[in-house]
């Protein structure tokens, strides 16, 4: 027995003697004996005794089955009433107060030890018990969710403060009641009856949880979205003899995933958005792509765009974009409105502006206009360029008043954002590639006046200085036929050194411009030069072409000679080789020239794009016929020369190229 001990309560002394004697031999503790009701209760809460004999004759302002009453309520301290065998009126008293047992007289000491074991193991059971239901009853208590447990009748058994909040059923109220009458879920879409103790009457089963999902009806208020979980309480056979439920408020919850969705939607619409105008950089295209994205987001009626005449300061717009058939067949109508008007209505701290029935103001530009189409709302959203209002998005919706919501507020203003940086990019891109077609034609021109002064140069040595030093030579030759012995002999020195320069003039001469390019065209004129090449390098170039039907524009035949001049040139100074393949190819509108050698090659990180280098010369010259030329080339391996250029006078875009023969 625990240090606790047995508290004798006991008026006669004999008795009590008698008793402490035989609960010693049995190896008990006995901590003290009170005569009277009135000690018992004192000397129970002094010594705090585990269990209680007690005559249930007690003396006292009290009699014993009160004490004992006391006792167990006070203290919880287990009662063994000492009786008489004949004291029956007194055992049906005593059943009252729960005791834990009964010793008669005369005592047994066999009966008295079962007596006390078991009323020390039953307290002890009951206490884990006890402090088992309070565990579980704090917990259930103290959890966010709403419980209430039903017996095998359905009736509430348990409900917690959460459960009572939503259901609106007080506790005391609740506790009895039938489940359906507290617990009221139905369908949201139906609003039937949703079934659920019936999960109880199943059977036996491995599943004994299943979830529901419905509107709360509460005893007062408004239905609440909720989530439930049912669970039926089973015992070791898997019989059921009630049910537990689980529910929660998910209104919080909800709101926040649709919050969550709508922000989902709201950054793809705008992603979307930003991808499509940031691949146009043409202004039709671009505002023709905002107006369709108003539409098909706000789903309005039709949009347009509004952008800022700085000359007239009005703001004009293009055709409004729409399936409206009224719109559709108005849209030739060009509207401009005063600058004023808009920078009264818009500004950085009120972007966008609705005005939700249009008809209530008369005064507003247009208004005849906007009355036969019917229109009735009006978005309006601003585009700014930093603090400046350079253009707006109007968005009409006709024949009903259109009640924008604020997500659809701050999604325009999104949509205005991006529009404003398309605009931008667009404005840019006009003022680079006007700038780059100004460069390209300053360049191009240069390039013509340096082929006419070739030419003229050309022309002139051959012509000119060509002719002078031929005289010269019939001179030198007369006199050679008139001199006799050394001057004869020096007039021939002379006469060889003028056909050395007549020899180098024609050379410069062909070298500059040779003539049969204008005469006779790329083709002749480049077997021309690769028979001189051959003949001057030793280098043997291998030449194959496509047939061609005709000549091609002259600024493409001298582009397409110079590149391979040039070409060549570098393959005779640096590769090494003996042999050079160049190739022609015509594929549609397009000519294409090839120069490959297997030679030395060279580091391909250097700079050769410069113009005033060889490889850069070659490439301004493919540029500004609106081609382009790339240079790939590896050491030890070789080099190739690749140009594309137009035969349609449209500049090639280049990135399709990229996109078919990546760099390796």
């Known amino acids: 027995m625990s240090p606790g001990g047995i508290l004798i309560a006991e008026d006669e002394l004999s008795v009590a003697q008698e008793l402490r004697a035989r609960l010693e031999m049995l190896g008990y503790r006995v901590v003290d004996v009170a005569s009277t009701s009135a000690e018992a209760l004192h000397k129970t809460e002094k010594l705090q005794p585990e ?59 066999k009966q008295i030890f079962a007596t006390i074991e078991t009323a020390l193991i039953r307290h002890q059971l009951e206490k884990k018990l006890r402090q088992s239901r309070q565990w579980l009853n704090t917990t259930l208590t103290s959890i966010g969710d709403g419980v209430i447990a039903t017996d095998d009748q359905g009736l509430v058994r348990f409900i ?4 009572t909040q939503l ?12 489940f359906y009458e507290i617990f009221l879920l139905v369908n949201e879409a139906s609003r039937e009856l949703i079934e659920i103790s019936s999960i109880q009457d199943q059977g036996p089963r491995v599943d004994s949880k299943k979830g529901f999902e419905g509107l709360l009806l509460p005893k ?28 929660q408020d998910v209104t919080e919850r909800r709101e926040a995933l649709r919050e969550i969705r709508r922000q989902a939607t709201r ?29 098909r987001t706000l789903k309005a009626t039709g949009t347009a765009v509004f952008l800022h005449d700085t000359k007239k300061d009005v703001f004009r717009d293009m055709p409004i974009i729409g399936e409206n058939q009224a719109l559709k067949a108005n849209q030739a109508t060009r509207l401009e409105i005063p600058a004023d008007v808009f920078q009264a209505l818009l500004s950085s701290e009120n972007p966008v502006v609705v005005i939700p029935d249009i008809q209530a103001y008369p005064e507003l530009p247009y208004f005849e206009f ?113 001199a006799s012995g050394p001057q004869k002999s020096n007039l021939e020195e002379i006469q060889e050194s003028v056909s050395d320069i007549i020899e ?33 390098t030793g280098i043997h170039v291998n030449f194959e072409c496509d047939e061609f039907p005709e000549r091609f524009p002259m600024e493409i035949e001298i582009t397409a000679y110079r590149i391979v001049q040039e070409a060549l040139t570098n393959v005779a100074r640096y590769a090494q080789v003996k042999e050079v393949f160049v190739g022609l190819v015509l594929q549609g509108k397009t000519l294409w020239v090839e120069v490959v050698d297997k030679g ?29 030329l790339t240079i790939r080339t590896f050491v030890n391996q070789g080099t190739q020369i690749l140009a594309a250029l137009p035969l349609s006078g449209k500049p090639l875009e280049r990135r399709r190229y990229d996109r078919n023969h990546p760099a390796g």
């Open 370 to 482: 906007y009355k036969e189409l019917n229109v009735r709302t009006l978005v309006v959203a601003a585009l700014f360029r930093r603090e400046y209002l350079m253009g707006a998005i109007v968005a009409v919706f006709v024949q009903n008043r259109k009640i924008l919501p604020l997500d659809d507020i701050a999604l325009l203003k999104g949509l205005a954002d991006q529009a404003s940086s398309a605009i931008q990019n667009v404005e840019l891109f006009e003022q680079v590639r006007a700038g780059r077609e100004h460069q390209r034609k300053l360049a191009k021109s240069l390039v013509e006046i340096q082929e006419d002064e070739r030419r003229h140069i050309a022309k002139e040595l051959h012509d000119h200085l060509g002719q002078i030093l031929t005289g010269l030579q019939f001179m030198l030759e007369n006199a050679k036929n008139q």
């Open 51 to 109: 269990i209680v004999l007690m005559n249930s004759r007690l003396k006292g302002n009290t009699d014993a089955i009160q004490t004992g009453r006391l006792l167990r309520s006070l203290h919880d301290t287990p009662i063994i009433y000492v009786i008489d065998y004949d004291s029956q009126a007194t055992i049906r008293r005593a059943t009252s107060t729960e005791p834990f047992g009964y010793i008669f007289r005369p005592f047994d000491e």
């Open 160 to 163: 917690n403060p959460i459960a």
């Open 220 to 247: 007062n208020g408004l239905p609440i979205p909720v989530e439930a979980n049912a669970t039926a309480i089973q015992d070791e056979k898997g019989r059921a003899y009630g049910m537990v439920l689980v529910f």
């Open 504 to 536: 180098q003039v024609r050379e410069m001469s062909l070298n500059l411009r040779p003539s049969m390019l204008d005469d006779m065209g790329l083709l002749q004129t480049l077997q021309w030069h690769f028979d001189r090449y051959t003949s001057q």
């Open 267 to 295: 950054t793809e619409v705008l992603m979307q958005a930003a991808s499509q105008l940031n691949s146009q950089l043409e202004l039709g295209p671009v505002l023709h792509t905002i107006c369709e994205i108003t539409n």
């Open 167 to 178: 259901t609106g059923w007080h506790h005391t109220d609740a506790i009895g009641k039938s």
């Open 600 to 628: 030395k090659g060279f580091d391909s990180t250097i700079g050769f794009d410069k113009p005033t280098s060889g490889l850069g010369g070659m490439q301004e010259r493919a540029n500004l016929v609106g081609g382009y």
